[in-house]
């Protein structure tokens, strides 16, 4: 089970950090991501971090501004987001998955499992 937290208010160009935690399991062996989903739209894809090699990817929208990493001790996973934009308003969502590749890694299907949202709100 993942449960997700660090969201709240914060002003454009601002910064915060997201946390996604796995209660009952670990982190090891699996590909972590981070999803987010504005209102009104559907659920985007916002970075993932494969496993083996650990390698980071990120959606041209917030490339160079957040960034994935993971704890494998803690079993805990984190999205920095700095440089914070009003249209980064939106319910973030972290997910795991055993079984992911790089082709299908933006992909929520592609995941089994999934934190609750945590909701990030940017005032301009």
């Known amino acids: 089970q993942l449960q997700a937290c660090g969201g709240g208010l914060a002003q454009a160009g601002g910064s915060l950090r997201l946390s996604c935690t796995a209660s009952?399991?670990?982190?090891?062996?699996?590909?972590l991501a981070w999803f987010r989903q504005a209102p009104g739209k559907e659920r985007e894809f916002v970075a993932a971090?494969?496993?083996?090699?650990?390698?980071?990817y990120y959606a041209d929208s917030v490339k160079g501004r957040f960034t994935i990493s993971r704890d494998n001790a803690k079993n805990t996973a984190y999205l920095q987001m700095s440089s914070l934009k009003p249209e980064d308003t939106a319910v973030y969502y972290c997910?795991?998955?055993?079984?992911?590749?790089?082709?299908?890694?933006?992909?929520?299907?592609?995941?089994?499992?999934w934190g609750q949202g945590t909701l990030v709100t940017v005032s301009s």
């Open positions: 009952g399991g670990t982190f090891r062996g699996y590909a």
């Open positions: 997910a795991a998955g055993a079984s992911v590749i790089t082709s299908t890694m933006t992909e929520g299907s592609a995941y089994s499992y």
């Open positions: 971090d494969k496993r083996n090699p650990s390698r980071p």
